[in-house]
């Protein structure tokens, strides 16, 4: 099973940051890499697919990047909407989440 | 617009099977995408359950696989979850969703609101 990896668990950053998280796989996963955001009580929302794919209506402030096993979402300025927990996930060989990265306000 | 709702009991017995269903409108499930189930333990993170194809091809994560069952139905443009044995680690959020592109196994572009199942006597 390909294992992916988040970090940081939490990160506490001020509107106007630029944030970046990162995820890591346990073997290559091409370019199979999407990203979620997670807000309390509702569904993920796609952000990101096929490593770097801006998914229709995200804002562009929003970029991803990456190759093979080490991959990185970037808010390039953080919005209050932007608190979220945020969400790798590798389908390249079946499906797995990361677990999961909390983005709170400083 | 595609919406997806997820639809069965919310409370399930230990031992017992969990069935849920997810009903598509706004789009044919057998023209196209990869038609998935993810769920949520309560303060947890996401975990792929499985999907289907458009064709009928499925996909398991090896860890659920031999408890797991999931299939398409056209005629009601819906499709189902079924998930044997149950205990309280598979009480959940349980969520369907359309993949975004056209695999087998795919990012999840649409998504339903989710249905919380709790396993207990």
């Known amino acids: 099973d390909i294992q992916m990896t988040q970090s940081p668990s939490t990160l506490s950053a001020y509107v106007g940051d630029r944030v970046t998280i990162t995820c890591r796989a346990s073997q290559s996963i091409n370019r199979w890499l999407a990203w979620y955001q997670q807000k309390p009580g509702q569904a993920p929302k796609l952000l990101i697919y096929?490593?770097?794919s801006l998914e229709s209506g995200v804002p562009s402030r929003f970029s991803g990047s990456g190759t093979g096993t080490e991959f990185t979402l970037t808010i390039s300025s953080l919005q209050p909407d932007d608190f979220a927990t945020y969400y790798c996930q590798q389908y390249n060989s079946y499906s797995t989440f990361g677990q999961g990265t909390k983005v709170e306000i400083k | 617009q595609v919406q997806l709702q997820e639809s069965g009991p919310g409370l399930v017995k230990p031992s017992a099977t969990l069935s849920l269903t997810c009903i598509v409108s706004?789009?044919?499930?057998?023209?196209?995408?990869?038609w998935g189930w993810v769920r949520q333990p309560p303060g947890e993170g996401l975990e792929w359950i499985g999907s289907?194809?458009?064709?009928?091809?499925?996909y398991y994560n090896p860890s659920l696989e031999s408890r797991v069952t999931i299939s398409l139905d056209t005629s009601k443009n819906h499709f189902s979850v079924r998930l044997s044995s149950v205990t309280a680690a598979d009480t959940a959020v349980y969520y369907c969703?359309?993949?975004?592109?056209?695999?087998?196994?795919?990012?999840?572009?649409?998504w339903g609101q989710g249905t919380m199942v709790t396993v207990s006597s």
């Open positions: 096929k490593v770097s």
């Open positions: 969703a359309r993949g975004v592109e056209a695999y087998g196994i795919d990012a999840f572009e649409i």
């Open positions: 289907v194809y458009y064709n009928g091809d499925t």
């Open positions: 706004g789009y044919s499930i057998s023209s196209g995408y990869n």
